[in-house]
Each structure stands twice: as C-alpha cells, then as structure tokens.
C-alpha cells in the first residue's frame, strides 16, 4: 500500500469522535433490549495523518456497525483503541502498539499499514500471545509459519508473481529488470519473483534498487542507468509515491515510448484511483495486475453507502478498505466464537529494572481468540473469507491496462486456467499463457504493438567471438585480410548460421568476430586451442566448423548442433559396367530366382491338372505330359503357348499369373537394362579392417580432431597424412597408397558431403560413421546464452532460413553429390520383399482353383469308392480313382462337340450304312432264319452286333472309322456268300431237275 498525502488532524480527530459516539449510542441502543454485552479491547494501529488510514479505520467502524446490527444477540462488542503509526516510522508504530499491549491490554491489535512496521509490531504480539491483524502488510517475508500471531488478511506480494511471470510468458520477453524500493516491502519479492522468470526461461540481468526516501535526481540517475542497457522490460514493485515520482521523470526522459515494456504490482495497482490524473496519463500503456474483487450486490450496496456518508474528504474506497471491512467483521466474530472476557494480562516474573518492552504481561485469551479466527469463514465483501496457516486464501488476479484516465481489465490470471480473458468461461481446457488470451491492450507509444523488449544498448560490450584461421574447405569459413586496414572480413557457411541464430533471439547482443590467428595471419593453433582460449576467457565464444567431443566438453558449453554428427571414411570407387558374364542374373536376386522358378513349375502342373481329363493337347505318353508342364508353364513368361485351355478354373489362374508374368518380365528388364548402361560404382575399400590388415595410408584433415579418433583406431602414426584443402585430399588420392598418397580419407559428414560434391564421380563415402555430436557454437562454462542460442538453432534449422543458407554455400555442387548416390543405389538387385504380394495373389488363386477341381472331381466320383470292395485298400481306393481321373471326360463339353463334329463330316453315312446292315438280317440270329456261322461255307470272320457298333459309333470317332472299314469287309464277304450260296442252291436244282426228267 502506499502513503498518501497528509490531511490534517483536526478531521482524524472529529472521525474518532463521531464513530466512537456512533459506536456508543448503537450499544446504547441494544443494551435496551438485553443484557449490556461485554467490550472486549481492541487497538487499531494506523497512520492518521493521510487518507488511507481515515479510510481504513472508517470501513473497520462500518463493519462493526453493520455485523452487531444484524447480529443483536451478541454478548461481546469490540472496543477499539486507536492509535497513530506516525506515517511510515517503524518506531512510532512501535511506540503506539506498546502503550496498547502494556496500558490497554487489548485482545488483539489491527494494523500497522506498513510492512516494515509490522515486523516488530509481530514479534511484540508473539510476546504477549496478541494477534496482530494486518490488512495491508503484503510483504512475503513477513511469514504466519514463523509469527503464530500474525494474521494477514490480504493478498501478499508472492501470490502475484505467476500472473506477472505469465505476462511475460505470453509476449516472448527473455530479459526483465526489476525495480524495487528498498525496504522491507520491495526486497521481500524479489526472491519469488526471480524464480517465477526462471520457470518461464526469462532472466534477470540487473536489478534497479531506489531508495524508500529517493530524491528526483536519484530517480532520475537510475533510469538514465537503465535506458543505457538493452532490456526494454521493467517490472515495478514501489508504493504509489514513490511510483507516481517514478514514472513522472520516465516520460520526461522518453522512456515511455514503443520500445519500451511496463508491468507494474498491486502495490501501484491497487491505488491507482489516489493518484493524480498527470501521473496516470503518464503511464499510458502500463500494465498492471491486482487481485480480483468479486462484483456482488452486498459489495455494491456497501460502496453507495460510502459515496453518500459525510466522509467526502476521503478518496474513492479500494480494495484495502475492503480488507479492513473483513477484518473487523472476522475478529468480531472470533471473539464472540471464543467468549473472550476483559481479564487482565498475567504478569510473569517481570524484573524491577525491566524496560518497558518488558513490562507487559501476556493475554491468556490469546490462543483461543487465535483459534477461533483461524476457524471463521463467511462471505466478506472481497469474496469468501477463510485463512490458511494464518493467511488470507489467494484469489485470481485482474490484469489491466492504463489507458485514459483510468485503468481498463484486458484479461484475468488463475492458477489453474493461467491467462483467461473471461472467469468461470466453459471453454478453457487446460492452462494457458496466449498472447491471444488478453483483450486489446494499447502499450506506451500509443501503439497497439507489443515491444520486443529489448534494442542494442548504448554502451554494451560486445561479445568476442573467436574464429580458427584455415586455408581449405572455405565454403564452412574464410577469412581474408585486408592489408590497408589490417582488419579481418570473416564469412562462410558457419558464419552466415551464427548470424542468423543471434537474428532469432528475443533480445539483441553486440558481437564481434576475431580470427584465431598470429600477427603474420597464420592459424595460432588447432581446433582444441581454439576450444581452450574460450575457457580462459580470451574469447566470449568461438564460431566455426568446431565438432562437439567429449574432452572439449569438459572445458566449455556447447549449443545444440546445427549439421549432421559423425565421421566417415572416403575411397575411391571403380566402374564395373559389363564386366561379369553373369550380369544378367543381377537384377533379381537369388531369392526372387527360386521363387519365381517354383511358381512356375506349380502354374505348370496345375494347368495340366485342370486340363488333363478334357483337353487332348495334355495327354498322351508320360513323357509327354511332364514335358507339357514345363513347356506351358515357361512358355507364358513370353506369352508363346499355343494349346488352348478348356477349363475356367485354368482361365481363372492364367488371368493371376499373367499379371504376375508382366510385371516380373517388365521389373527384369527395367533393371538389368539400368545396370548394363548405367555406371556401375563400387568402392574400392568397404571397411577399415582392410586398411588396417593391408597397412595402407590414410588421411585426415590438418588441426582435426580426426587424428585422434584414427589412432585409437589402431592406426600406425607413420601412416597417417594430413590434409588443409579439398585439393590436397585429391592429390593424395591421386597418388595412391605407397606412393607418397592415401588408400582412404577420414573426415566429418559436413566435411565429406563437400568433398564429394566436388569429386562426385571418383570418390564415395562407405564404411560405419563414427558417432560425434556435429558442429557447434561455443560458449564458456555455465553461460547464460547457451539455451537461448540453442532454442534459436532450433528454429533457424527448421525454417527456410537454413535452406536458403545451404543453397548459398552448397547448392551448385548438390545435385551431383546426389546422383552420385544414386548410382551406387542402383546396383542393388530386386528381391523377393519388393513382389511378395504379387506372389500371394497368384498362390492364393491357384490353390483355390485345385481346391475346388479335387472337391468337384471327388463329388462325381465318390461311387467308385463307394463300390470298391470294403476289404481294400486305401492305396488301392487311391489308385483305381487315379485310373478314373487319367480317362477322358466323356461329359465334358469339349468332347461331346468333337463327337458331333465328325460326325457331320461323315455326313451321315455312318448311320445310314449301319441301318442298311441291318436290313440284311445279318447282325442277329433269330429262330426263322438259319445262322451264316452254321454253314460249312462261312469262313468269315464274326460280325458285330448293331448294338454294340452304336455304341462304340457314339463314343469315340477312331472307333467309329475302325468299325466301318471292318463292317465294310465283312459285308463285301457276306454278299459273296450269299451270291456263292445262291449260285449253289441253283446247281442243285439244275441237277435235281435233270434227274427227275430222267426219271
């Protein structure tokens, strides 16, 4: 709370007066009724030299008036004994709570208004076991864990530090300074405050203490401290006179403009209706925070009494007289709870030469009214009343913007919700601190933009950020001198990253770059030289195509890495195009072979399966048939079978399995046709074994920490050749191992895709990668920057800005460093992974089709084994069903059509010729007519029956010719015998009748 401007004494005097004598007439009053209650002691410590202590002892009075009214019944009334504070003075504080502890022996003291007054007044009420009740004491230290005694009833100064951290949160500020009084009150935050900025990665690069009785000049001489640094934010913690000073000399000094970000506390906040209307439209675009008071009706009716009481010399109420109403209405009512008495204090042991902090005695109501208070609950003016451990439960906080003549609620902050723009809203789900969450807010410059909150400072250091000197790979960094001015331009790929990164943070650094070099612009050393003057502090930083490894790490902090990690080795390759008189069984491999083989093989047989029975083109010899499987089957892969199917459920299965054939078929050639044109790229050393065991010449990058890596490898010192360039590594590969080159080069991944870009058609990159953390900007020990410059790396990485940095540096080399991948990708063959479920579709429609041939064939011929004899077999079931399946079909279609078609080429001869036959009587022996076979004469070979001759006529054609040649030839014998027959017949009659005329 804050001190206003003293009035004077006469009207704190006729205030007592006149609510004393109200006090007194309304017990009057009520004693008409019933039996006089009992005054219980009380001391009310206030400042009654300003308007806040008349305003407070005033709502105090109100409470006891409106709680007694309502409650009649009461057997207690308090008695209040006031006392002046004398302003701010902690001993004129003192003195007027000792005279109310030793000559009043009051029950229970409300006040100080101060918190630096109210830490003696506490350890007196301890003393004498008096509750201290304070209404406006906010100071987080002043603690009710270590003072029993103290009561507070406010909101203290920690409770607010969340919503002001949330702010912060919300708009993506970094760095925040503080500015406090100090006392008692100010100090007391900062810790809290401190770790709230912590948790919302915000940091506290100065704080900017004012003294409590600070002169203009020394107001003015810290701001002018602050606009000279680079935080733009400022969180205010001072009293209102302090602050309305404060923010009068900010805007003199231009300090309230667009750059700049307020927060002030509820120290300012909640007085904001006591100050000048200047010094607010001063503060136009502050924010402030400040609890919330619940707008109810009892709320209401209590303020329309206050604008129309006599006390028009007062200011507008706020929420401290609102606390003050509560106050009273809970001691009141503790101390009807209790049953408190007037007894006297005990007096224990006190010595004659005692002073008069010692010459009290102690309340022995004390921890019973302390009880009692600590268990009353009801609903107070500011909401429900209900303490905790001697504290006043929190409540969310308004947060408001300073626009005009007053103050405007732009959104709300709870523990549980965070930011909000509206309490009790159904559509919060979870906490949130969303700048989007607060209502319009206008900032300092009459602008509708959120400061930055930060700009380069005036008199900033700047950061020295060293940088190695090299001669090779100057794509990552180059360094160039200029001799005239003996200065240094630095660029590259790391440097345009570090640039960006820094461009990222929340706040802005002054740097500069310094090349690690000796005078004569040589390298001053390696790498880890580089890495140890940044832990000497010789440097601020080091930029540049530095590795993160783990003995670097143990001097100084690395960010988060911004390329790849590891180590890999590079060799030469070799083209192997047309080389090997088996290239053309590569495209597939040896899997995919064998399983294309046996589907072939099976499509085969089951072809032949289906069509055994009804298809003339499948029978035949054994020899025969197994040939036909083979020949049909291989035949499809280039669609040259010509036997017709007869069978759906082979159609069924050749549909599948063409379908299989074509893309097999189109793959094969795709890629056999792909290796036999295409450069075929192989490294000629795929690991580091070989090296090892051949003894070969490796090399590594001059200043590396390669070199280190390659000896823990095994790797002979002699054999190891360094590099400076991505020429020299050429020329050592040129060379060629024993001949003053190398067999292989190790080199980190960023490293190796820049060579290779280069030399994309000689070199490869093959072999295990060796984990290490990639390149990184670094940091000495414990810096603060560390997680802010990670968090930027995080976000300059995953935008466009990282690739429009590599296309810069990289972009012309790229597409042939990817090709040549893509060679080497291309010699792998297909396998069987890439088909499997064509494979599954063709095995899953050819089992079927067998499934359903062997039901539908069981089903016709289920009577032959059925009529078997029951005393057989299996194996003989099995193969006198096998003899049934190797005939024809007689039934099938295919069949019935040929038989109808030869017989329409005969014309009809058969049948007719068959009828002519039997017109002779000759195909059948009847009883009238003798048999031919009886004759001496009939020599000739026995006839067929006409029957039978039908029915072999009906059921195959060959039968049917056979059968008419031997009819033909048999009946060419039975007319010769007959003419034979006749001819003898007419000799014997001739003779007969010759001799009977001779008779």
Known sequence: ???????????????????????????????????????????????????????????????????????????????????????????????????????????????PPYSMQANFLIDLGDKAQVPIISFSATSPSLSSIQSPYFVRVAQKDSSQVNAISAIVQAFGWRKVVPIYVDNEFGKGIIPFLTDALGNVNARVPYRSVIPSMATDDQIVAELYKLRTMQTRVFIVHVLSPLGSRMFTKAKQLGMMSQDYAWI????????????????????????????????????????TRWQLSDLSFIPELNIFGIWAYDSATALAMATEKARLTNDKFQMFNVPRNATDLERFGISKDG???????????????????????????SSPYEIVNLVGHGARVVGYWTKETGIVKELNSSNIKAYSTSKNNFGSI???????????????????????????????????????????????????????????VMAKLPYGIPYEYIPFATPDHKSAGSYNDLVYQVYLGNYDAAVGDVTIIANRSQY??????????????????????????????????????????????????????????????????????????????????VFAHEEKIKSNLARFVLIIWFLVVLVLTQSYTASLTSMLTVQQLQPTITEINQLLKNKEYVGYLQGSFVYDLLKRKNFDESRLLQYKSLEDCDELFSKGSGNGGI??????????????????????????????????????????????????????????????????????????????????????????????????????????????????????????????????????????????????????????????????????????????????????????????????????????????????????PQVLLNEMVNLQAATVHVVEAEIELVNTNQDLQMTAGSTNENH
């Not at 503060?283 to 609890?291: A, C, N, Y």
């Not at 921890?367 to 905790?388: D, H, I, R, V, Y």
């Open 367 to 393: 921890p019973e009214l302390l009880q009692a208070l600590s268990n009353t609950t009801f609903k107070g003016l500011a909401g429900n009343f209900q303490l905790l451990d001697g504290q006043l439960q």
């Open 556 to 637: 100084v902090d690395f960010t988060l890495p911004y390329t790849e990690s590891g180590v890999s080795m590079i060799v030469p390759i070799k083209d192997n195009k047309g080389k090997n008189a088996w290239a053309f069984l590569k495209p597939l491999s040896w899997e995919l072979w064998l399983t294309t083989f046996c589907s072939f093989v099976f499509i085969g047989f089951l072809i032949w399966l289906l069509e055994h029975r009804i298809n003339e083109d499948f029978r035949g010899p054994p020899s025969h048939q197994v040939g036909m499987i083979f020949w049909f089957a291989f035949s499809t892969m």
């Open 442 to 500: 206008i900032w300092p410059g009459d602008t509708t933009s959120p400061p930055k909150g930060w700009t380069i400072p005036t008199n900033g250091k700047k950061l020295r950020i060293g940088v190695p000197v090299k001669d090779g790979y100057t794509e990552f960094l180059q360094v160039s001198w200029n001799s005239a001015s003996n200065s240094a331009e630095v660029k590259g790929y790391c440097i345009d990253v570090f640039d960006a």
């Open 1 to 111: 709370m804050g001190k206003i401007p003293s009035r004077q004494l006469i009207f704190s005097l006729c205030l007592f007066f006149d609510l004393s004598l109200n006090t007194s007439t309304a017990h009057m009053a009520m004693a008409q009724n019933q039996t006089v209650p009992i005054n219980v002691d009380v001391g009310v410590v206030l400042n009654m030299d300003n308007s806040f202590g008349k305003m407070g002892l005033s709502c105090i009075s109100m409470a006891l008036l409106d709680l007694y009214a309502s409650n009649s019944h009461y057997r207690t009334r308090l008695f209040l004994h006031t006392r002046d504070s004398k302003g701010d003075d902690i001993v004129g504080a003192a003195a007027a709570a000792l005279d109310l502890l030793k000559n009043v022996e009051v029950k229970a003291i409300i006040g």
């Open 264 to 303: 002030i506390t509820d120290g300012i906040t909640n007085e904001i209706n006591l100050m000048d209307t200047s010094v607010i439209e001063s503060m136009l675009g502050v924010i402030g925070v400040k609890p919330y008071i619940p707008k109810t009706k009892e709320l209401q009716e209590f303020n």
């Open 743 to 956: 067999a292989a080069a190790f080199d980190e991944i960023p490293n190796t895709k820049l060579f290779l870009a280069k030399y994309c058609s000689k070199y490869t990159m093959v072999g295990p990668t060796y984990k290490t953390d990639g390149f990184a900007f670094v940091f000495p020990r414990g810096s603060r920057l560390v997680p802010d410059i990670s968090r930027a790396i995080l976000n300059v990485t995953e935008g466009e800005k990282m690739t429009e940095i590599e296309r810069t540096w990289f972009g012309e080399n790229t597409k042939c460093a990817d090709s040549n991948t893509s060679l080497l990708s291309n010699t792998n063959s297909l396998g069987l992974e890439s088909f499997w479920g064509l494979f599954l579709i063709a095995g899953i429609a050819a089992v079927s089709a067998l499934i359903i041939y062997v039901i539908l064939f069981l089903h016709e011929h289920w009577n032959v084994l059925r009529s078997s004899d029951p005393d057989s077999s299996i194996w003989s079931k099995l193969a006198k069903l096998l003899r049934h399946f190797d005939n024809k079909d007689l039934s099938s279609h295919t069949f019935r059509n040929i038989g109808l078609t030869e017989r329409n080429i005969c014309g009809g001869n058969c049948m007719e010729n068959l009828e002519k036959v039997s017109s002779h009587g000759n195909f059948s022996q009847t009883p009238q007519s003798p048999s031919l076979s009886n004759s001496p004469h009939a020599n000739y070979p026995p006839s067929p029956t006409f029957s039978n001759l039908t029915e072999q006529c009906l059921s195959s």
